[in-house]
C-alpha cells in the first residue's frame, strides 16, 4: 500500500472514509440476538406456514430454526446480506432443495395445512402449486410459445390447441409481454433481451396457474428499466397469486413487498410490515442492515 | 384458466399423476435396459473369450522312454552343432512308441501310433538334447507334446457319440489315448510351448513369444518417438503458439487426425515409408513410426490438458523471478504436467497395442516362425497375430486365438491400471 | 550400422559435445562474465555438433535407396530391357535378395553384373554417406565451437533451436495430414487413369480380380465401388441403430438417474467396451455371434449368411456404445442446471424435463458426436474384415453377406502386390473415398460440438 503521506489523493480518501462505527464485526453478535425471531411471524388464515425449519448442507447447517407465516395474496420480501441463506430458504418452499445431493431439511412446511415434505407429498403436484422464478433469466431454448405452453402441456391443462392457444396469450398478457412478442411467438425465447427473458419466464411460471409465486432475486440481472417493469408486474400479480421475493435490493423489497423478513447467517432475524421494518426496524442487526451498515 | 366451472390446476395436475409417473418408470427402465444391455455384451464377450481361452493355457503331453541312441542319431561329432540340431528325432519318437505298443505291427495300426504325438516334437526333442547333451546313448522318460486332434480329445470336445467317420479321430485312437490316460502316461499339464515358441502350423506348437516381442519392439519405437514429440507439440500449442490462423489450421488438423480411421494411417504408412523410402516390410520400426503417427494426436490432446491444468500462477511466480520462458516451462509447469502427460502416453500406446488394421498394411501380417531379435527384423505384433490364428479352422487355434486375446486383454488392463494410478496418486487440486 | 549401435553413438556424441561445452564455458566464466550459464553453452555446441550431421545422414538414407535402384536398372542385362515398369520392379527385388541371402532364382546367373552393381553401390553409399556426415559434424562442430565465447548468447540461442524444435512437433500434425492427402491422391489419380471416376463410383459391379488375366488389354476388372458403398453404410446404419439408442440412453440413465455409487463403477465399466481391441470384437462376431444368429435364423426359418452383415454391424454397435454414451454424457453435463431447474420448478417429472428440455437442448452436441460415431464405424476395420464377408453384393438385407471399403482396402493391399496393377492402385481409389468422408464427417461434427459448446459456455 502506497503512503498516505506521500499520495495526498490516497490521504484525502483515507479521511472521506466513515470511521467504522464501534459496532463489532457481524459475525460476533452473541448468539441470543439471532435466536428468537423479533416481530410478529403468525398471520391469520396463512397460505403457508413455516416451523422450525433447519436445513443442512450435508454437515453444515443453512438455516437455524426459521418460523414464518405467509399469507394469501401478499408479496413477501426476504432480505438479508449474502449468503444468509434466505435463497435457501425459498428453495425449501417447494422443494426445490431436492435437486441438490446431500442438503436435508427438517421441520415443518404447511401448504393450506398441508405438510410438503410429508412422505406422501409429490413434488410434481406441490411445484405446479407453488412456482418459481429464478435468479437468471432461464429460458428454454424453444419458442416463445413453446416456453409458455410447457408447463400446460406436461400437466395436460389444456383440452386443445385452441385452449393452450388462450393460456399462452393470457399468461403474456398478465406478464406483460404479450404487445412485444405476439408477432414473433415462433422465435427462440433465447432471443429475447435479458429483461423480456425474465418476463417470459413469468409468464412460463404462471401459465400453470400456481398458487405461490418463489422469486429468487429475479432483477438481479436486469439493467434498471426492465427492473422497474418486472417490479410493476409484481405489483399487478398480487391480487391472483401469493409472492414470495428474496431480493437484495432494500429498495425494492420497500417498493413491492407488504412484509419484510430479514435474514442473518441462517436465522429469520426480524419480520413485519415492510413500512415498519424500513421506518422503524427492532432489532440491532436489521437496523445496521437497512442503515447501509453492511450488505 | 382456474375458474367455477372446470376443475382447478390442481385437480387437473393429479388426474394426470399416474399416467405420467408410469411414463416416468418406463423411460427409467428404458435406461437401467440400456446401461444393462452394455454390462450383459461385454459380459458375454468376456466369458466366451475366457471359457474358450483357458484350455489353451493347458496342453496335453505323453511321457515315452526315448533312447538317445548316438548311432541312430547319427551323432560321431559332439563338437558339431548342426548334428545335434538337424539329426532325425522323429524316428526317435517312432522307435519309442514302437517299444511302447509292441503289439501293433501293421502299417495302419503304426500310423495310427505315430499320430498320437505332435508332427513337431522332434523340435522339442532336440531342444531337451542340447541343453541335456550328457543324455546321449542314455534312456530317458521325456514328456512329448501330443497331437492337437488327441489334445483335444483330452479336453473333452470330442464327440464320441457321433458315427466315427464324422470326428477327426478314430475309435482305435480314443481306445489308444484312454489307455494312456488311465496309466498316467498321457496328461493335461502347463502349456509353456505357448509363451515360449514362435507361431506355428501345427496348434500344439504355436505360442505368442514372437508376438509378444513383436508387440514390445515397436511399442517401444512409437513410445520413444510419440511421447517426446507429442510432448513438444503440446508445449508449443499451449505455451507459444500465437492465436493465428497457422495456429487454428494445426489445431483443427490435430483434431481431425485423431479421428482419421487407423487404415489410413496403414495406407500412408505403405505409400510413403514402404514405396517411397523403400524402408522393409513387417518390420517393428516401420509398425512403430505408423503408429505413432497414428496415436499423436491422443496423446498431443491430453497433454495439453495436463498443461492447462497447472495454474498460472506457478507461471508467474517464475517470470517473476526473471526466468524465460522457455526455463519456466521445462523447470517449472513441465515436471508438474508430466503424470498427466504420462497417463495420456499410456493410453495411447494401450491403443497403439490393441491396433491391427495400420499394420496389416505395411505387412506385419506374414506368417513369422523366427521370434525377431530387432527392430529391423521381420515380426507380428499380437492383435495381428490374433488375426492370422482366428482365420484356422483347428479347434486348437480357435482355443490359442482366445487364449492370445487374453494375453492381449491382460496387458492393456494393466496398462490402463498404470493410468489409472498414476492419476490417482498425482492428481493435484489447486 | 544397426540402427541401435547409430543411436549408442549419437548419444554418446551429444554427452561428450555437452561436456565439452560446458567446460570451455567454465574455463571462460572464471575470467570473464558470461550472457549465459554452462549449461546453455553445453547444450547449444551439442545441438550444432550432431543436428546438421545428422540432417544429412538421414537425408542420404532416405535417398540412396532411390538412387541405387535407378542405378541398378540402368545396369540390367540387355535381355531384360523389354520388361515393363512392374517387371523391372520384382528384377529389383530379386538383385536386392541375391545380393543379401542364399536366395537363388532362374535369373540369377543373368543378373550377377547387377548384383555385383548393387553391391559396390551400396557400400560407395555407405562409405559417401558416414564420410560426409562426419565432415558436415567437423565442419559446424568447429564453427560452434569458436562461437562459444564469455560474450555469446548461448541461452537465447539454445532456447531458439528449442522452439523450432516445438514448433516443428507441432507441425508434424500437418505434414502427417499431407502425408496422407498425397499418398492416396497419387495413386488414386493414376488409378483413375485406367479406371474412369465415373464407373468407379456409380459403377454397381465390383470384381477386382477379373485384372490379373495380364494379356488382355484394357481389361481391368471391374472397379464399380457402388455395392462396398452400400455394404458400407449397410453395416454402419446397423452399428448405429445399435449403439445410438443404447448409448444415449445409458448417457442419460447414468447421469441423471443412476446413484453416484452406481455410476461411479457403471461408467469406467462401460468404457471397458471402448478399451478392447477390435479385432478381439471381430473374432467375437465371426466365432460366436454369427453361428449364433445363423442357428437363431434357422430356428425362424430365416437364411442368415454365415458372414451376414448383421453380426458384423451389431458387434461394432457393441463397440460403439460407450463412444456415444461418453460423447453424448458431455454434452448433456454441460446443459446449464438453470434449465433443469426452471423445468423442475414447473412441476415436470424426470423424464418430462430430460426428454422435452435436456435432450431438444443438448441436441445439436449430441448430433455432432453422433456424426464422430458415424465415421468410427465407416472407418472400422478389422470388425468387418473378420466378420463380414468379401462378396460384393449389392443389397441392404442385413442378413445376407456384403463387403466394405476397409474390407476391400485390407484384401487388395494384403499379400502379395505388383505395386502398378489397377488393382492395388484401387484400394487407394477406395481410401481417398474412406479419407474423404471421414474427414467430412469429422469436420463437420467438430464444428457442430463446439458450437455447441460455445452456446453454453
Not at chain 1, 408477432?183 to 429475447?192: A, E, F, N, V
Not at chain 2, 491430453?302 to 517464475?318: D, F, N, T
Not at chain 3, 468404457?271 to 477390435?278: D, H, M, N, Q, S
Not at chain 3, 458415424?374 to 453384393?393: D, F, K, P, Q
Request: hydrophobic share 50%; net charge negative; proline share 5%.
Amino acid at each position: 500500500m502506497s503512503n498516505p503521506i506521500k499520495n495526498p489523493l490516497a490521504a484525502e480518501q483515507l479521511v472521506a472514509d466513515p470511521v467504522p462505527s464501534a459496532g463489532e464485526p457481524i459475525s460476533m453478535h452473541p448468539d441470543a440476538d439471532l435466536s428468537k425471531t423479533v416481530g410478529k411471524i403468525e398471520v391469520k388464515n396463512a397460505k403457508m406456514s413455516m416451523r422450525s425449519v433447519d436445513v443442512f448442507y450435508g454437515d453444515k447447517q443453512a438455516i437455524f430454526d426459521v418460523n414464518l407465516d405467509i399469507a394469501r395474496n401478499e408479496v413477501i420480501a426476504m432480505i438479508g446480506p449474502s449468503g444468509c441463506g434466505k435463497s435457501t430458504f425459498l428453495r425449501c418452499l417447494n422443494r426445490m432443495n431436492d435437486t441438490i445431493e446431500n442438503c436435508k431439511v427438517t421441520g415443518s412446511v404447511l401448504l393450506e395445512g398441508e405438510d410438503i415434505y410429508a412422505t406422501k407429498q409429490d413434488v410434481v403436484p406441490l411445484r405446479a402449486q407453488v412456482g418459481m422464478v429464478f435468479q437468471k433469466p432461464n429460458p428454454f431454448p424453444k419458442s416463445i410459445y413453446d416456453n409458455v405452453a410447457y408447463g400446460p402441456r406436461i400437466h395436460g391443462l389444456a383440452h386443445s390447441n385452441v385452449d393452450l392457444d388462450e393460456i399462452v396469450e393470457t399468461s403474456l398478457q398478465r406478464a406483460g409481454l404479450w404487445s412485444e412478442v405476439k408477432d414473433r411467438l415462433d422465435q427462440p425465447g433465447t432471443g429475447l433481451s435479458g429483461g423480456q427473458q425474465q418476463r417470459l419466464c413469468i409468464a412460463r411460471t404462471i401459465a400453470v396457474s400456481p398458487e405461490v409465486i418463489l422469486m429468487d432475486e429475479p432483477c438481479s440481472a436486469l439493467d434498471p428499466i426492465a427492473t422497474a417493469k418486472i417490479e410493476e408486474l409484481i405489483d399487478e400479480l398480487r391480487s391472483r397469486f401469493t409472492i414470495a421475493i428474496v431480493t437484495h435490493s432494500m429498495q425494492q423489497a420497500a417498493r413491492v413487498s407488504n412484509r419484510t423478513a430479514y435474514f442473518h447467517l441462517g436465522y429469520l432475524v426480524e419480520v413485519g410490515k415492510t413500512d415498519d421494518i424500513f421506518t422503524n426496524p427492532n432489532h440491532k442487526l436489521t437496523e445496521d442492515y437497512i442503515t447501509g451498515r453492511f450488505g | 384458466m382456474s375458474n367455477s366451472h372446470s376443475p382447478s390446476t390442481i385437480e387437473i395436475v393429479n388426474r394426470n399423476l399416474a399416467v405420467r409417473y408410469a411414463r416416468e418408470r418406463r423411460f427409467r427402465r428404458l435406461g437401467l435396459a440400456a446401461v444393462l444391455s452394455g454390462f450383459a455384451a461385454l459380459i458375454f464377450l468376456m466369458v466366451t473369450i475366457v471359457g474358450d481361452g483357458w484350455r489353451a493355457f493347458q496342453q496335453g503331453y505323453i511321457e515315452l522312454e526315448i533312447n538317445f541312441d548316438a548311432e541312430a542319431l547319427e551323432i560321431d561329432d559332439p563338437a558339431d552343432d548342426d548334428q545335434w540340431q538337424y539329426a532325425d528325432y522323429t524316428s526317435l519318437i517312432r522307435s519309442a512308441l514302437r517299444e511302447r505298443f509292441p503289439a501293433l505291427q501293421t502299417r495302419k495300426e503304426k500310423k495310427l501310433l505315430y499320430s498320437l504325438v505332435s508332427p513337431g516334437a522332434d523340435y522339442q526333442l532336440a531342444n531337451m538334447l542340447v541343453e541335456n547333451r550328457e543324455w546321449l546313448g542314455q534312456v530317458q522318460r521325456v514328456r512329448l507334446p501330443v497331437d492337437d486332434d488327441i489334445d483335444v480329445l483330452l479336453k473333452g470336445y470330442v464327440d464320441e457319440t457321433l458315427p466315427e467317420d464324422e470326428r477327426r479321430i478314430s475309435n482305435a485312437q480314443i481306445e489308444l489315448v484312454k489307455g494312456l490316460k488311465s496309466s498316467g502316461e498321457i496328461a493335461l499339464g502347463f502349456n509353456h510351448i505357448f509363451f515360449t515358441a514362435g507361431d506355428s502350423r501345427e496348434p500344439e506348437q504355436a505360442g505368442i513369444r514372437g508376438a509378444l516381442i513383436g508387440s514390445f519392439l515397436t511399442l517401444v519405437v512409437t513410445l520413444s518417438l510419440s511421447f517426446p514429440i507429442a510432448v513438444a507439440a503440446a508445449i508449443y500449442l499451449e505455451e507459444f503458439a500465437p492465436r493465428n490462423r497457422i495456429t487454428d489450421i494445426i489445431e483443427v488438423n490435430i483434431n481431425n487426425l485423431a479421428a482419421v480411421p487407423s487404415i489410413v494411417f496403414g495406407l500412408l504408412g505403405l505409400a510413403v515409408f514402404l514405396n517411397l523410402f523403400g524402408m522393409p516390410r513387417s518390420v517393428p520400426l516401420v509398425g512403430g513410426i505408423v503408429l505413432t503417427l497414428m496415436t499423436l494426436p491422443t496423446i498431443i490432446i491430453s497433454s495439453r490438458a495436463a498443461l492447462k491444468a497447472v495454474p498460472p500462477s506457478i507461471r508467474e511466480a517464475a517470470l517473476g523471478l526473471g526466468a524465460s520462458k522457455m526455463q519456466v516451462i521445462f523447470h517449472h509447469v513441465l515436471p508438474l504436467a508430466l503424470p498427466g502427460m504420462l497417463t495420456g502416453a499410456i493410453i495411447g500406446m494401450a491403443q497403439a497395442l490393441g491396433e491391427t488394421a495400420p499394420l496389416l498394411m505395411i505387412g506385419m501380417v506374414a506368417f513369422i516362425v523366427d521370434i525377431p531379435a530387432g527392430f529391423t527384423d521381420p515380426a507380428t505384433v499380437l492383435p495381428v497375430q490374433i488375426f492370422l490364428w482366428s482365420d484356422s479352422p483347428e479347434r486348437g487355434f480357435v482355443e490359442r486365438t482366445s487364449a492370445a486375446i487374453m494375453v492381449l486383454l491382460f496387458f492393456l488392463i494393466a496398462m490402463n491400471a498404470v493410468a489409472v494410478l498414476l492419476r490417482r496418486r498425482f492428481e493435484r487440486r489447486w | 550400422m544397426p540402427i541401435s549401435t547409430l543411436f549408442t553413438v549419437i548419444l554418446l556424441l551429444l554427452a561428450v559435445a555437452f561436456y565439452a561445452g560446458q567446460r570451455k564455458a567454465l574455463g571462460f566464466r572464471a575470467r570473464a562474465q558470461t550472457q549465459a550459464l554452462p549449461f546453455y553453452h553445453g547444450a547449444w555446441f551439442a545441438v550444432y555438433l550432431i543436428a546438421p550431421a545428422c540432417a544429412v545422414l538421414a537425408v542420404w538414407s532416405l535417398l540412396d535407396g532411390v538412387l541405387i535402384k535407378s542405378m541398378v536398372l540402368q545396369s540390367l542385362p540387355a535381355q531384360f530391357s523389354g520388361a515393363s515398369d512392374a517387371e523391372r520392379e520384382l528384377l529389383y527385388s530379386e538383385v536386392s535378395r541375391l545380393a543379401y541371402s542364399r536366395f537363388s532364382s532362374t535369373n540369377a546367373d543373368a543378373l550377377q553384373g547387377s548384383v555385383g552393381t548393387y553391391m559396390s553401390l551400396n557400400a560407395t553409399s555407405l562409405k559417401i554417406k558416414y564420410t560426409l556426415s562426419a565432415m558436415v559434424m567437423l565442419a559446424c562442430g568447429a564453427w560452434a565451437w569458436l562461437r562459444l565465447q564469455p560474450a555469446f548468447n548461448a541461452r537465447v540461442r539454445f532456447e531458439r533451436v528449442v522452439l523450432a524444435l516445438l514448433l516443428g512437433s507441432a507441425c508434424l500434425a500437418i505434414f502427417t495430414t499431407v502425408g496422407i492427402v498425397f499418398s492416396v491422391l497419387f495413386e488414386a489419380l493414376r488409378f483413375f487413369d485406367t479406371v474412369p471416376f465415373h464407373e468407379f463410383v456409380f459403377g454397381t459391379h465390383w470384381s477386382p480380380q477379373m485384372s490379373i488375366r495380364e494379356d488382355q488389354v484394357g481389361s481391368s476388372g471391374a472397379f464399380g465401388a457402388v455395392p462396398l458403398f452400400v455394404g458400407t453404410l449397410l453395416i454402419s446404419a446397423i452399428a448405429m441403430t445399435v449403439a445410438v439408442p443404447l448409448g444415449l440412453l445409458s448417457a442419460i440413465y447414468l447421469s441423471e438417474y443412476a446413484s453416484r455409487s452406481f455410476r461411479a463403477w457403471a461408467k469406467p465399466a462401460l468404457e471397458v467396451l471402448a478399451g478392447i481391441p477390435t479385432v478381439v470384437y471381430g473374432f467375437f462376431a465371426a466365432i460366436t455371434v454369427a453361428p449364433l444368429l445363423r442357428g437363431f435364423g434357422e430356428m425362424l426359418g430365416l437364411s442368415v449368411a454365415s458372414e451376414s452383415a448383421l453380426a458384423a454391424g451389431l458387434v461394432m454397435g457393441v463397440m460403439i456404445i460407450p463412444f456415444v454414451s461418453s460423447l453424448s454424457d458431455d454434452v448433456i453435463n454441460a446443459v446449464p442446471q438453470s434449465l433443469r431447474d426452471a423445468s423442475y420448478a414447473l412441476g415436470a417429472t424426470r423424464s418430462e424435463t430430460i426428454r422435452q428440455v435436456i435432450i431438444p437442448a443438448a441436441l445439436p452436441g449430441i448430433v455432432g458426436g453422433i456424426l464422430l460415431a458415424v465415421s468410427r464405424a465407416i472407418g472400422e476395420t478389422m470388425i468387418v474384415v473378420m466378420a463380414a464377408g468379401l462378396s460384393a453384393n449389392l443389397t441392404i438385407n442385413p442378413l445376407e453377406a456384403v463387403t466394405t471399403v476397409t474390407v476391400q482396402i485390407v484384401t487388395l493391399l494384403v499379400g502379395d502386390q505388383e505395386f502398378d496393377s489397377p488393382k492395388t492402385l484401387a484400394a487407394f481409389a477406395l481410401g481417398l473415398m474412406l479419407f474423404v468422408t471421414t474427414l467430412c464427417l469429422n469436420v463437420i461434427a467438430l464444428k457442430v460440438v463446439r458450437k455447441y459448446r460455445e452456446q453454453y459456455d
